[in-house]
């Protein structure tokens, strides 16, 4: 089946533009998580969601940063006034409880996103 | 602080060798993966590792849990040039709720 998608794949961006990215999970995944990968930081986690839970908010860096998810599905990452330490590669991973919660996060090829 | 630590951060092997990469975690974990990523590509689960003791084998990989020691390790056997690539240990601290946190990763390089 389908795999996670995200797009757009690449993003140019200049600085203090919005971005936003979009985010299709596997269907039927309940849990939906935003990372972003760069040099300087590794990988970090920025958000979490989990079916009509409230979102796990707690690794956004900035109130410059929002998602949401609509339907239970698809999630849009949103950042205002882009900064040139805004560049990374996002990446979307979706999950589906297992049981003994041995659940694994699958992600998507990542937006990569450059601010000028 | 929940954090993940990668040894080595690089590693330049011969095919044919065996090597060890190692994984350490700051405080009690509810599991463990291990992720590989291509250049310019995605992350690809590897393995899952739940309990103490867990070892996992796919190929050339081998994957071991030690919650006591907050351990894990993923061992490459006879290497091959395809395995050359990034690999990451994350972890899901029990205080952490669901996110994965990484460790820095280890970029491996295969050679013939």
């Known amino acids: 089946g389908a795999g996670v998608s995200q797009s757009p794949s690449n993003k140019v961006t200049e600085k203090g533009k919005d971005v936003e990215l979009r985010c299709d999970p596997i269907?039927?995944?309940?849990?939906l998580y935003w990372y972003r990968q760069s040099l300087g930081q590794g990988l970090e986690f920025l958000i979490y969601?989990?079916?009509?839970?409230?979102?796990?908010k707690s690794g956004l860096p900035s109130d410059r940063f929002s998602a949401e998810r609509t339907g239970g599905s698809v999630s849009t990452l949103t950042i205002q006034r882009t900064q040139q330490e805004d560049s990374a590669v996002y990446l979307c991973?979706?999950?589906?409880?297992?049981?003994?919660?041995?659940?694994?996060?699958?992600f998507g090829p990542g937006t990569r996103l450059l601010v000028l | 602080e929940l954090k993940v630590e990668q040894n080595p951060l690089f590693l330049s092997m011969q095919e044919g060798k065996n090597y060890t990469i190692y994984c350490n975690y700051s405080t009690t974990s509810d599991r463990l993966y291990w992720y590989r990523q291509d250049p310019g590509k995605s992350l690809e689960s590897l393995f899952v590792?739940?309990?103490?003791?867990a070892v996992k084998q796919e190929g050339r990989l081998m994957a071991s849990l030690d919650t006591k020691a907050r351990l894990s390790t993923l061992h490459i056997t006879a290497a091959v040039h395809d395995l050359s690539a990034t690999y990451f240990c994350?972890?899901?601290?029990?205080?952490?709720?669901?996110?994965?946190?990484f460790g820095q990763g280890t970029r491996l390089t295969i050679n013939p």
């Open positions: 969601f989990q079916g009509n839970s409230a979102p796990d």
């Open positions: 269907s039927g995944h309940t849990a």
């Open positions: 994350a972890v899901v601290f029990v205080q952490g709720a669901q996110k994965l946190v």
């Open positions: 590792l739940l309990s103490n003791g």
């Open positions: 991973a979706s999950s589906s409880r297992l049981a003994g919660g041995a659940e694994t996060q699958y």
